[in-house]
């Protein structure tokens, strides 16, 4: 989006505005799962409140530390688009840079003795590994980059696709999507479809994409 303090919000529409798209998912629960957790990593702002003048106090989500307050100056420009490039990253699955570019702001926090930052970024960065810990899918020998991993299976009358999205190593989603069978299609025919589709409409495409 196109503001001094950026946001990260959902949309059903893919436009040329410049903005940054990930997707497309098409479960709305993952979907605020996902963002309720990046928020809680990042406290990046949700609100549409105009940015142009400064407000007094902040709201409920400053307190709770869920926004770093924009609106209030509380925060420079550089530093807030530092938190939106972090959460930004790591839905791009550097998880690595992220947990870097954190590790150099906590460590710069404590030595200008700023040490409830410093103690911010150093939660900040439990809580990624934690997550990171979490998944199910890992593979320790993967190279820079994402990768999606696309299958399809049917029946007579049904069929199903499911992408597997994997960044850095760590499967940070999968999608679901239901197929149309039109007549005798193979399995290997409903997936070359789909994955044409799919990718015609997605603002993403991975350095790499396995179909099996």
């Given at each position: 989006?196109?503001?001094?303090?950026?946001r990260?919000?959902?949309?059903r529409?893919?436009?040329?505005?410049?903005?940054?798209?990930?997707?497309?998912?098409?479960?709305?629960?993952?979907?605020?799962k996902t963002?309720?957790?990046?928020?809680?990593?990042?406290?990046?702002?949700?609100?549409?409140i105009?940015?142009s003048?400064?407000?007094?106090?902040?709201?409920?989500?400053y307190?709770i530390?869920?926004?770093?307050?924009?609106c209030t100056?509380y925060v420079?420009?550089d530093?807030?688009?530092?938190?939106v490039d972090?959460?930004v990253?790591f839905?791009?699955?550097?998880?690595e840079?992220?947990?870097?570019?954190?590790?150099?702001?906590?460590?710069?926090?404590?030595?200008n003795?700023h040490?409830?930052t410093?103690?911010?970024f150093?939660?900040?960065?439990t809580?990624?590994?934690?997550v990171?810990?979490?998944q199910k899918?890992?593979?320790p020998g993967?190279?820079?980059g994402?990768?999606d991993?696309?299958a399809?299976?049917?029946?007579?009358?049904?069929?199903?696709a499911?992408?597997l999205r994997i960044?850095g190593?760590?499967?940070i989603?999968?999608?679901?999507y239901?197929?149309?069978?039109?007549?005798?299609e193979?399995?290997?025919?409903?997936?070359?479809?789909?994955?044409?589709?799919?990718y015609?409409?997605?603002p993403?495409?991975?350095?790499?994409?396995?179909?099996?």
């Amino acid at each position: 989006m196109h503001e001094t303090c950026q946001r990260i919000a959902t949309t059903r529409r893919v436009l040329k505005d410049g903005a940054l798209y990930f997707g497309p998912y098409t479960s709305a629960r993952s979907l605020r799962k996902t963002l309720k957790l990046l928020n809680r990593l990042f406290p990046y702002r949700t609100c549409n409140i105009d940015m142009s003048k400064p407000i007094q106090r902040p709201c409920l989500k400053y307190d709770i530390g869920l926004c770093n307050a924009p609106c209030t100056r509380y925060v420079t420009v550089d530093a807030y688009r530092e938190v939106v490039d972090g959460a930004v990253r790591f839905l791009r699955g550097e998880y690595e840079h992220v947990v870097s570019s954190l590790t150099d702001q906590m460590w710069a926090a404590s030595e200008n003795e700023h040490y409830e930052t410093a103690a911010l970024f150093r939660d900040r960065i439990t809580a990624i590994k934690n997550v990171l810990t979490k998944q199910k899918v890992s593979d320790p020998g993967a190279r820079d980059g994402p990768i999606d991993v696309l299958a399809a299976a049917r029946t007579e009358r049904d069929a199903v696709a499911t992408v597997l999205r994997i960044r850095g190593g760590k499967m940070i989603g999968h999608e679901t999507y239901q197929l149309i069978v039109t007549g005798e299609e193979t399995g290997g025919e409903l997936l070359g479809e789909f994955v044409r589709e799919y990718y015609d409409r997605t603002p993403e495409v991975p350095r790499l994409v396995l179909v099996t």
